[in-house]
């Protein structure tokens, strides 16, 4: 496994990466993307050092040490630990930083034992688990097409989207463009593959595919959004956003130009049932939604804290109005360690000795958490309010021995001084109100997919697991029990039918 220098190390390859209209050269040494890079960095260096290791890391079968969550799990206690793993990472960014190197794990652990699902790449699956066992390289994905004309099947846009357009003997040429790449610039692999409301079809074998492809692969370009990390560093000090200047998970939009890709990267190839079915029917969809869950519930446990502390400052913290607020943030948070919890404990059969975080509480997951997230910014905005807005500009203002004076008497808060309360309520506002926060709550919305799709994937596993017939079955029972005549069994009287005794 890489430690963080070496994974730093492992950036400087040539990559191309644009921002701004500029090319740039190094993403470990620019202000837009090098301290994201650090706060990954710590996570590598976490699996080498005493005290989280053995949180973090087990053996594989194979003997060697791995981050647990990239190995396939085989009982409750393991998805236990696994979950664990995946908590004591996401600690490390408080919960916003939700594309870390274990989130692709999600995939890569179950190339193994799903590798037979590959059909015709299967020792592909097998060579690419071990080298993420081994490595625990940053894989990014790209699995939605561009935002362009959606009303159009995919053959008929095949100058945007992703497809083969020659094949060679060493691999196959594609070109195209994917989204959304988050953290694409400062990661070692991205993983190409199709997702949408509607499945590929006969006319789609061109955009069948599956594969890997080095970041540095001639022909392949990342263009990035906009960085907070930049703007935070421009605008202000860590003080000002202590969360947009270490955190930014940069998105792109990953665009292949005749990019060849060999064939021991590819797990696909013009298959539509493959490229179909790999997310149901490989326990991906199980097990990223454990990741996201687990990650969304160290989230809260910091937001929780984030209101407490607001309240606390501005002496509001008594009031019953706010307490029910308070009281409704933990609830929810309870709620997401409990599905959290329930995806590892109640788990379902996998192949060949795999199990899978529970399907019914994963889908839960996929639809309470775009709900609860706004909720939490409003009860913020409603509870802590003006304090949002009553802050000075910069840090600089501290600074300032002529303002000082001032901002010690009128920014104080309920038994903290000046320099606490603004602080908090800088930190505050850098995760709700900045672009920063703004790009978070975009994400939580649309993290498990569009609005209505994981609505109806939770109906589709309800049915095809059986869900739906018991629930059936269920109204069914309390029906039989009673008909126009009246109950149908002898646990209940039929009163309607005897004479009224009167005295």
């Not at 959290?340 to 000795?353: F, L, V």
């Not at 995760?431 to 790009?439: D, K, P, S, V, W």
């Not at 126009?484 to 002898?490: F, Q, R």
């Amino acid at each position: 496994m890489m430690n963080g220098q070496e994974y730093i190390e492992s950036l400087r390859d040539g990559r191309v990466v644009y921002l701004n209209g500029e090319k740039i050269e190094d993403v470990t040494t620019h202000p837009a993307y090098q301290n994201s890079v650090r706060s990954m960095a710590r996570l590598y260096d976490a699996l080498h050092q005493p005290e989280t290791a053995p949180i973090l890391t087990s053996k594989t079968e194979e003997g060697h040490v791995t981050q647990k969550f990239f190995k396939p799990s085989t009982s409750a206690q393991e998805l236990l630990e696994a979950r664990d793993a995946i908590a004591e990472w996401s600690k490390l960014s408080y919960g916003f930083m939700g594309r870390t190197p274990d989130y692709k794990a999600a995939f890569s652990a179950h190339l193994k034992p799903y590798a037979n699902f590959y059909q015709g790449f299967e020792d592909n699956a097998r060579r690419w688990y071990e080298k993420t066992t081994k490595e625990v390289p940053f894989c990014n994905h790209t699995i939605i097409n561009p935002q362009m004309d959606r009303s159009k099947p995919l053959h008929e846009n095949k100058d945007v989207f992703v497809r083969v357009i020659e094949e060679r003997d060493n691999g196959i040429i594609v070109s195209g463009a994917k989204m959304v790449g988050t953290s694409a610039a400062i990661t070692n692999y991205n993983f190409v593959a199709n997702y949408s409301p509607v499945d590929l079809a006969e006319d789609d074998l061109d955009h069948a595919l599956i594969f890997f492809i080095d970041m540095n692969a001639p022909g392949l370009k990342i263009i990035s959004r906009q960085s907070y990390e930049l703007m935070a560093a421009k605008s202000g000090t860590p003080f000002d956003y202590p969360l947009s200047s270490r955190f930014d998970e940069n998105d792109a939009v990953i665009v292949l130009d005749r990019v060849l890709v060999p064939w021991e990267n590819v797990l696909a190839y013009r298959n539509i049932e493959i490229a179909n079915g790999f997310r149901g029917k490989t326990g991906w969809m199980n097990r990223y939604t454990f990741h996201g869950c687990t990650r969304f519930a160290v989230k809260l446990d910091f937001m929780a804290g984030l209101l407490i502390k607001a309240t606390e400052a501005s002496g509001t913290k008594g009031f019953r109005g706010v307490q029910a607020n308070i009281g409704q943030v933990l609830a929810w948070r309870n709620m997401f360690w409990a599905l959290s919890t329930a995806m590892a404990t109640d788990p379902e059969k996998g192949e060949n000795g795999v199990v899978l975080p529970n399907g019914q509480s994963a889908a839960a997951y996929r639809v309470l958490a775009p709900m609860v997230w706004p909720r939490v910014k409003e009860i913020f905005e409603t509870v802590v309010a003006g304090g949002l807005i009553q802050l000075p500009s910069s840090a600089k203002d501290f600074e300032n021995p002529e303002l000082r004076q001032y901002l010690d008497q009128y920014y104080k808060g309920s038994g903290i001084d000046a320099l606490e309360r603004v602080k908090l309520m800088k930190l505050i506002w850098d995760a709700l109100g900045t672009e920063f926060g703004g790009r978070n709550e975009l994400y939580e919305l649309n993290y498990a997919g569009n609005h209505e799709n994981i609505r109806l994937e939770t109906l589709r596993n309800a049915e095809l697991s059986g869900q739906t017939a018991k629930y059936k079955a269920f109204v069914d029972q309390a029906m039989s029990e009673y008909d126009l005549s009246g109950w149908t069994t002898d646990t209940w009287v039929n009163a309607h039918k005897r004479p009224v005794v009167t005295e």
